[in-house]
């Protein structure tokens, strides 16, 4: 199994930090610290009461999707120590929840989902005074919106999930992307400048990379790909779209509105010295109850990115994607799309697995969450080669998706250093180690920026909470840099107890530029899903950084 890359894909080492070198970049006198000043708590407990931020440099203002009312929050920065409710914007008139939004010189982008979801959805365009300017129909289920650099183009990803996956009544539609053309005033921007992306050229007969996992039953390879979340490129020419489920990445041309390119990210070794990961909540000395042992186990993890977005460094543009993790599961289904399994259910190959009984014990991989659609390749009813979901990592690929650098069993080293006790939790418990035998601390969000002459990415863990910060000037060697929780593990998060808890749940993140920030200070936002808080960090040098321009374009 050791040798086993996955189909087409390329296996790459990572360049993980060791325990002390983690603790000795933390302690580091040189780079960056982020520092909590503001949080505005919706009040809303595990209701989606903060899902995806954005920011109006104009207005000093944040908009904020809440999923439960089917609005848009709309906060006041001008003091970021104390973020204030301005109003709230409602669209259930014009569909279901409202899922992402996005701003670009005072026009207001929201993505709303229609009723039901499985139907085109809508963008609706509002000025700095919250006049409609245009309502456009897109593709279904729009669910990330985001603007190009220079402004002209507007995108959405339109995840299309099925309903179920009950045949024959499932309603299953097409993955896609819109495109909207605002080279026109927004207040003039009609249907026809909205086109569709599609996959249709990747249907049969037409072969893709096996690596990429299509399986949905029924469905064609366009029905199936399911985007996520987009990336645009400096030059505004270029958008990279993750497809979750799929493990794949789709590179798009803007001005053609073509799919240039689809791309299988391939599988992560566990089994490489700096790869490792705690598969199990039960593998204390008892093999019981919880423990924090992140080691090497022979199985593959599923890149499966959700939150990506792309920076500059030497001339070049790179990806940074937030390798979450994701399954199907839907309440009516098939037995073939109901694919979490764990491995101590699994029939194993004696051959590849000849210490199977072992692999199986609730305290090695026995407890760990698997996907049941690969690893049997030679289909005789047993598997040769087991599949997690996720990597519990953060990755850097280039503009082509060729992995670059990916974190390693970073993520997981740095929480149980921060907090033994909230080690690999749930979003809404704070069980130890409950979240080992799924996808560990879930990095879910991610966002790029420039500060004090470096490069930042700061990635948002769903589980387990927090941002950690890494320097990646250097997209070759990133260094991990700070992380920062503000969730309280003493508290036990339930009642009205949560408000006094901290963030639970990150979903959207962004980094806020000193030049546009209302205190003149780099801050990174954080939109909290489950404890319905929205809090801004500080980004400050730490004593004695020297700047060093030596990596801007």
């Given at each position: 199994?050791?040798a086993?890359?996955?189909?087409?894909?390329v296996?790459a080492?990572?360049?993980?930090?060791?325990?002390?070198?983690?603790?000795?970049?933390?302690?580091?006198?040189?780079?960056?610290?982020?520092?909590?000043?503001?949080?505005?708590?919706?009040?809303?407990?595990?209701?989606g009461?903060?899902e995806?931020?954005?920011?109006d440099?104009d207005?000093?203002r944040l908009f904020v999707?809440?999923?439960?009312a089917?609005?848009?929050?709309?906060?006041?920065?001008?003091?970021?120590?104390?973020?204030?409710?301005?109003?709230?914007?409602?669209?259930?008139a014009?569909?279901?929840?409202?899922?992402?939004?996005?701003?670009?010189?005072?026009?207001?982008a929201?993505?709303?989902?229609?009723?039901?979801?499985?139907?085109p959805?809508?963008v609706?365009?509002?000025?700095?005074?919250?006049?409609?300017l245009?309502v456009?129909?897109v593709?279904?289920?729009?669910?990330?919106i985001?603007?190009?650099?220079?402004?002209?183009?507007?995108?959405?990803?339109?995840?299309?999930?099925p309903?179920s996956?009950l045949?024959?009544?499932?309603?299953?539609?097409?993955?896609t992307?819109?495109?909207?053309d605002?080279?026109?005033d927004?207040?003039d921007?009609?249907?026809?400048?909205?086109r569709?992306?599609?996959f249709?050229k990747?249907?049969?007969?037409?072969?893709?990379?096996?690596?990429?996992?299509i399986?949905?039953?029924?469905?064609?390879?366009?029905?199936?790909?399911?985007?996520?979340?987009?990336?645009i490129?400096a030059?505004s020419k270029?958008a990279?779209?993750?497809?979750?489920?799929?493990?794949?990445?789709?590179?798009i041309?803007?001005?053609?509105?073509?799919?240039?390119?689809l791309?299988s990210?391939?599988?992560?070794?566990h089994?490489?010295a700096e790869n490792?990961?705690?598969?199990?909540?039960?593998?204390n000395a008892t093999?019981?109850?919880?423990?924090?042992?992140?080691?090497?186990?022979p199985?593959?993890?599923?890149?499966?990115?959700?939150?990506?977005a792309?920076?500059?460094?030497g001339?070049?543009?790179y990806?940074?994607l937030?390798?979450?993790?994701?399954?199907r599961e839907?309440?009516?289904?098939?037995?073939t799309?109901n694919?979490?399994?764990?491995v101590?259910?699994?029939?194993l190959?004696?051959?590849?697995?000849?210490?199977?009984?072992?692999?199986?014990?609730n305290?090695?991989l026995?407890?760990?969450?698997?996907?049941s659609?690969?690893g049997?390749?030679?289909h005789?009813?047993d598997?040769?080669?087991?599949?997690?979901?996720?990597?519990?990592s953060?990755?850097?690929?280039?503009?082509?998706?060729?992995?670059?650098?990916?974190?390693?069993d970073d993520l997981?080293?740095?929480?149980s250093?921060a907090?033994?006790?909230?080690?690999?939790?749930s979003?809404?418990?704070?069980?130890?180690?409950?979240?080992?035998?799924?996808k560990g601390?879930e990095?879910?969000?991610?966002t790029s920026?420039?500060a004090?002459?470096?490069?930042?990415?700061f990635?948002?863990?769903?589980?387990?909470?927090?941002v950690?910060?890494?320097d990646?000037s250097n997209p070759?060697?990133?260094k991990?840099?700070?992380?920062?929780?503000?969730?309280?593990?003493?508290?036990?998060a339930n009642?009205t107890?949560f408000l006094?808890?901290?963030?639970?749940?990150?979903?959207g993140?962004?980094?806020i530029?000193?030049k546009d920030?209302?205190n003149?200070?780099?801050l990174?936002?954080?939109?909290?899903?489950?404890?319905?808080?929205t809090t801004l960090?500080?980004v400050?040098?730490?004593?004695e950084?020297?700047?060093?321009?030596d990596?801007?374009d």
């Open positions: 199994m050791k086993f890359c996955g189909f087409s894909a296996c080492a990572s360049a993980a930090l060791t325990f002390s070198s983690l603790l000795a970049a933390q302690a580091d006198d040189k780079g960056i610290t982020l520092t909590p000043i503001g949080t505005y708590a919706s009040g809303i407990w595990n209701a009461g903060a995806i931020v954005a920011h440099p207005k000093q999707i809440n999923a439960l089917a609005s848009v929050d709309v906060l006041s920065i001008q003091n970021p120590a104390v973020p204030t409710l301005l109003t709230s914007l409602v669209f259930t014009i569909g279901g929840v409202a899922n992402s939004v996005a701003v670009h010189d005072g026009i207001i929201v993505a709303v989902e229609a009723v039901p979801k499985t139907s959805g809508h609706v365009l509002l000025d700095s005074k919250f006049k409609t245009a456009l129909e593709g279904a289920q729009p669910d990330m985001t603007f190009s650099k220079n402004g002209r183009w507007l995108l959405t990803a339109n995840e299309g999930e309903n996956y045949l024959p009544d499932s309603v299953d539609p097409e993955g992307v819109s495109i909207i605002l080279s026109d927004a207040e921007v009609e249907q026809s400048d909205v569709t992306v599609n249709h990747f249907n049969a007969p037409a072969v893709i990379d096996p690596a990429i996992r399986f949905g039953p029924g469905s064609t390879v366009s029905q199936d790909l399911e985007p996520e979340y987009l990336a490129s030059d270029t990279w779209l993750t497809l979750q489920e799929n493990n794949a990445l789709a590179i041309d803007i001005k053609s509105a073509k799919v240039t390119k791309v990210l391939g599988f992560k070794d089994l490489l490792g990961l705690d598969p199990s909540d039960r593998d093999g019981n109850g919880p423990a924090i042992k992140i080691g090497n186990w199985v593959y993890g599923m890149y499966q990115p959700d939150g990506i792309s920076f500059r460094a001339g070049k543009d990806l940074l937030a390798n979450e993790g994701d399954a839907y309440p009516n289904v098939t037995p799309s694919e979490v399994v764990r101590g259910a699994l029939n190959d004696t051959n590849a697995f000849p210490n199977a009984s072992l692999i199986k014990s305290s090695a026995g407890r760990l969450q698997v996907t659609t690969l049997d390749f030679d005789d009813g598997y040769d080669a087991l599949f997690a979901f996720g990597a519990r953060f990755s850097i690929r280039d503009a082509k998706g060729k992995l670059v650098w990916d974190s390693g997981e080293r740095i929480t250093l907090d033994t006790n909230g080690f690999n939790a979003n809404t418990g704070n069980a130890r180690d409950s979240r080992s035998p799924s601390p990095p879910e969000g991610i920026g420039r004090y002459g470096r490069t930042y990415a990635i948002g863990l769903e589980r387990v909470g927090g950690a910060a890494y990646v070759k060697e990133p991990f840099e700070f992380y920062v929780n503000r969730r309280d593990f003493s508290i036990n009642g107890n006094n808890a901290g963030d639970f749940g990150p979903e993140i962004i980094f530029e000193a920030s209302p003149d200070k780099p990174v936002v954080l939109a909290n899903e489950i404890s319905g808080t960090f500080q400050d040098r730490k004593p950084t020297d700047d060093d321009d990596d801007e």
